[in-house]
């Protein structure tokens, strides 16, 4: 990444993808860099579906709809400061409830199963278990051309990944 720092208006971001796919590492990255807000998304789940995941249950549509409400309710309070939310999305049903109303981009964060698969294994302090990747990987609806979306391989280091996200953000504002 270059030394030269260029400032980006303010605009909504969703680093989406599986668990373990550096959603948290490259949202945080971002925002260190632009100064804007971050909400991780996992803190937004209601105790009850952070249980069942903790208990190895895949979570349904019904578990995920007052959690994705509750993910575009802090979007679309950061309209004016912008902000970067860190979500699964993994349907494109949750995407546009996600970005209803507003102008999000998604920055897609994707990897081959087994290096995500060993990444869950080998964080701490997270209560999603790595016996719901495959659960999540069904569910995956890859973002499709039709949707505003960055996609990254995050098999690459985060620098590279912060590197190519930066430079599509930017390649966008022209």
Same mark, same amino acid.
Request: net charge negative; aromatic share 6%.
């Given at each position: ?20 796919? &550096? ?11 632009? &100064? ?85 294994? #080998? ?20 973002? &499709? ?24 953000? #930017?390649?966008?504002?022209?």
């Amino acid at each position: 990444m270059s030394d030269t720092f260029e400032p980006l208006k303010p605009r909504l971001l969703v680093v989406m993808g599986v668990s373990g796919s &550096g959603k948290t590492t490259i949202a945080q990255a971002l925002c260190q860099r632009y &100064g804007w807000p971050f909400q991780e998304g996992d803190e937004l789940h209601p105790a009850a579906n952070v249980e069942k995941m903790r208990s190895g249950i895949p979570l349904t549509d019904e578990d995920r709809a007052p959690w994705l409400l509750k993910c575009h309710d802090w979007l679309e309070s950061h309209i004016d400061t912008g902000g970067v939310l860190t979500c699964s999305a993994l349907k494109h049903s949750y995407r546009d409830l996600l970005r209803k109303g507003l102008n999000v981009t998604f920055v897609y964060l994707h990897a081959p199963e087994k290096l995500i698969s060993d990444r869950m294994a #080998h964080r701490v302090g997270h209560y999603m278990p790595p016996s719901l990747l495959p659960s999540q990987i069904a569910t995956l609806e890859i973002p &499709g051309p039709d949707e505003p979306v960055i996609r990254v391989d995050s098999e690459d280091a985060p620098d590279v990944v912060l590197a190519h996200i930066i430079q599509a953000l #930017h390649a966008e504002e022209k």
